[in-house]
């Protein structure tokens, strides 16, 4: 049974389509890869798949549920672009709450926190810490309970190179565990590290492929370059 | 629904206001210094800070708890924190009756405090007793705060949340008959009046004040108050929606 299972996948907001029949799946233990310029529909895209998109059309399963239904959300952890932690509390004290709505204990609170490397901050205001540490609090309670599937909303974007190599580590140690992870860029250079990538533009996929697939089928030297030969091969069409 | 969920919402919005020491302070000396204001105020009529004090003590609660949830659901709204709630195993009810119950302690506080402050030093009279007075302005706080959370989904920004207090708290304020007796107004501003539940809430208090033992109007008026309560919760559970544009 694939992860994620889309068919025909439709978004129409404001009388525009934000995603056009949109097709992929999603397998156990993959990490993929969700690249494109922004406002190509990849936000839309995630939130359709943790069932907080309005208006969608086309068939959309989940572990084999249809998506958004309750059974799904202890199974599915989500990490929207902004940061969404508590400014006003702790670190600790937004990851005990998140882990007491999954009713979770203080341990795993503690290896989460570890996780992501904000033991030294834990018990600082998360209004206090930098952009990376709180965008690395908001992942460490996506990574509470164990997910089978993890919808991650940019979340590298302003990390220094060594913290985003050490999350990438992370993100595949987590694939071979067998969950799937669905991680969202508007960097080309972060889709080489995916198993697999999903090269969105104007709400379509224009590829799905690995990412040495990518290099083959266009002949290009780099993932930029191959992005762009995909968008003038599309537009002479 | 479930307990755990509910309790890990209440416990963290007063782990939010403990953080806040400013606010709380504010939400406990406010009622207190505008009692006393009125207080002497009135100095020469004692026998008006008589009629009106228990109904004002009704209404600081409802206000400051119908802007601080209003606002705090906005906040919860606009970063995200809401968004990524209803993708975790919570019900909406959770998050209510976790704010409510929340809001609710921080009401017991306020309202234990401006009562004993009133009674104690001010020189209130109250003719019934004052733990009815405590119960009274506990509801008006609940229903305050049930409301705030309730318009919160009709405002964008923080500035807006704030512009429902002139907007829905003021209008039913001058209809409540704490300015003007009800039976003295305009005819159609009486049926206003006894639509508004602030209406209920402030007679509330004031028969609570003046009466020896809870009548049968008074039982009505909280009754009313009573049932606003969930009913505005309740519409409030209606605004959270999982799916949204």
Not at chain 1, 41 to 58: E, F, N, P, S, W
Not at chain 1, 223 to 237: H, M, N, T, Y
Not at chain 2, 19 to 35: F, G, N, Q, S
């Given at each position: 049974m694939s992860t994620i299972e889309a068919r025909d996948l439709t978004v129409i907001r404001g009388g525009r389509p934000v995603l056009t029949d949109v097709d992929f799946r999603v397998e156990p233990g993959e990490l993929v890869g969700l690249v494109g310029p922004s406002g190509s529909g990849k936000t839309t895209l995630m939130r359709a798949i943790v069932g907080v998109q309005r208006d969608v059309t086309g068939t959309l399963t989940v572990l084999g549920k249809p998506a958004g239904v309750a059974e799904l959300r202890r199974r599915v952890a989500y990490v929207t672009q902004a940061p969404s932690v508590y400014s006003d509390l702790t670190v600790m004290e937004n990851l005990r709450f998140f882990a007491a709505v999954l009713g979770l204990d203080a341990d795993e609170v503690r290896t989460?926190?570890?996780?992501?490397?904000?033991?030294?901050?834990?018990?600082?205001?998360?209004?206090?810490?930098?952009?990376g540490q709180r965008a690395r609090a908001s992942l460490a309670t996506a990574l509470l309970g164990r997910p089978e599937l993890l919808v991650l909303d940019e979340p590298?974007?302003?990390?220094?190179?060594?913290?985003?190599?050490?999350l990438w580590r992370q993100f595949h140690e987590l694939a071979q565990e067998g969950r799937a992870l669905l991680v969202s860029s508007h960097v080309m250079d972060e889709a080489?590290?995916?198993?697999?990538?999903?090269?969105?533009?104007?709400?379509?996929?224009?590829?799905?492929?690995?990412?040495?697939?990518?290099?083959r089928t266009t002949g290009a030297a780099d993932l930029d370059a191959a992005f762009l030969r995909l968008v003038e091969a599309g537009a002479s069409r | 629904m479930s307990a755990h969920a509910t309790v890990a919402i209440a416990v963290r919005v007063l782990r939010q206001l403990r953080h806040d020491?400013?606010?709380?302070?504010?939400?406990?000396?406010?009622?207190?210094?505008?009692?006393?204001?009125?207080?002497?105020?009135?100095?020469?009529?004692?026998?008006?800070?008589?009629?009106?004090?228990?109904?004002?003590?009704?209404?600081f609660p409802f206000v400051v708890m119908f802007v601080v949830?209003?606002?705090?659901?906005?906040?919860?709204?606009t970063t995200g924190t809401l968004e990524r709630?209803?993708?975790m195993p919570i019900a909406k009810g959770d998050v209510l009756t976790g704010y409510a119950i929340a809001f609710g302690l921080a009401a017991v506080v306020q309202v234990m405090v401006t009562v004993i402050v009133s009674t104690?030093?001010?020189?209130?009279?109250?003719?019934?007793?004052?733990?009815?007075?405590?119960?009274?302005?506990?509801?008006?706080?609940?229903?305050?705060?049930?409301?705030?959370?309730?318009?919160?989904?009709?405002?964008?920004?923080?500035?807006q949340a704030v512009q429902f207090l002139p907007a829905v708290?003021?209008?039913?304020?001058?209809l409540c008959g704490l300015f003007v007796p009800r039976e003295q107004m305009a005819e159609p501003l009486q049926w206003l009046s006894d639509v508004a539940p602030l209406t209920y809430a402030v007679d509330a208090a004031a028969r609570v004040a003046r009466e020896t033992a809870i009548s049968g109007s008074a039982r009505t008026d909280l009754l009313v108050v009573a049932l606003c309560v969930p009913a505005a919760l309740a519409l409030g559970a209606l605004t959270l929606r999982r799916r949204t544009g």
């Amino acid at each position: 049974m694939s992860t994620i299972e889309a068919r025909d996948l439709t978004v129409i907001r404001g009388g525009r389509p934000v995603l056009t029949d949109v097709d992929f799946r999603v397998e156990p233990g993959e990490l993929v890869g969700l690249v494109g310029p922004s406002g190509s529909g990849k936000t839309t895209l995630m939130r359709a798949i943790v069932g907080v998109q309005r208006d969608v059309t086309g068939t959309l399963t989940v572990l084999g549920k249809p998506a958004g239904v309750a059974e799904l959300r202890r199974r599915v952890a989500y990490v929207t672009q902004a940061p969404s932690v508590y400014s006003d509390l702790t670190v600790m004290e937004n990851l005990r709450f998140f882990a007491a709505v999954l009713g979770l204990d203080a341990d795993e609170v503690r290896t989460k926190i570890d996780a992501v490397d904000l033991g030294s901050v834990a018990d600082r205001r998360v209004d206090e810490l930098s952009g990376g540490q709180r965008a690395r609090a908001s992942l460490a309670t996506a990574l509470l309970g164990r997910p089978e599937l993890l919808v991650l909303d940019e979340p590298t974007v302003g990390l220094d190179p060594v913290l985003r190599e050490e999350l990438w580590r992370q993100f595949h140690e987590l694939a071979q565990e067998g969950r799937a992870l669905l991680v969202s860029s508007h960097v080309m250079d972060e889709a080489a590290r995916c198993d697999r990538v999903l090269l969105m533009r104007d709400g379509r996929i224009l590829a799905d492929s690995t990412p040495d697939g990518l290099l083959r089928t266009t002949g290009a030297a780099d993932l930029d370059a191959a992005f762009l030969r995909l968008v003038e091969a599309g537009a002479s069409r | 629904m479930s307990a755990h969920a509910t309790v890990a919402i209440a416990v963290r919005v007063l782990r939010q206001l403990r953080h806040d020491p400013r606010t709380v302070a504010l939400l406990v000396v406010v009622p207190c210094v505008l009692m006393t204001l009125l207080r002497y105020a009135f100095d020469s009529e004692i026998i008006v800070f008589q009629r009106i004090g228990p109904m004002l003590l009704a209404l600081f609660p409802f206000v400051v708890m119908f802007v601080v949830t209003s606002v705090a659901m906005l906040r919860e709204r606009t970063t995200g924190t809401l968004e990524r709630l209803l993708t975790m195993p919570i019900a909406k009810g959770d998050v209510l009756t976790g704010y409510a119950i929340a809001f609710g302690l921080a009401a017991v506080v306020q309202v234990m405090v401006t009562v004993i402050v009133s009674t104690a030093w001010l020189g209130l009279d109250v003719a019934g007793s004052a733990g009815w007075l405590v119960v009274v302005a506990l509801l008006d706080a609940l229903l305050g705060m049930a409301l705030g959370l309730f318009l919160s989904a009709f405002a964008r920004t923080e500035f807006q949340a704030v512009q429902f207090l002139p907007a829905v708290v003021l209008p039913q304020l001058l209809l409540c008959g704490l300015f003007v007796p009800r039976e003295q107004m305009a005819e159609p501003l009486q049926w206003l009046s006894d639509v508004a539940p602030l209406t209920y809430a402030v007679d509330a208090a004031a028969r609570v004040a003046r009466e020896t033992a809870i009548s049968g109007s008074a039982r009505t008026d909280l009754l009313v108050v009573a049932l606003c309560v969930p009913a505005a919760l309740a519409l409030g559970a209606l605004t959270l929606r999982r799916r949204t544009g």
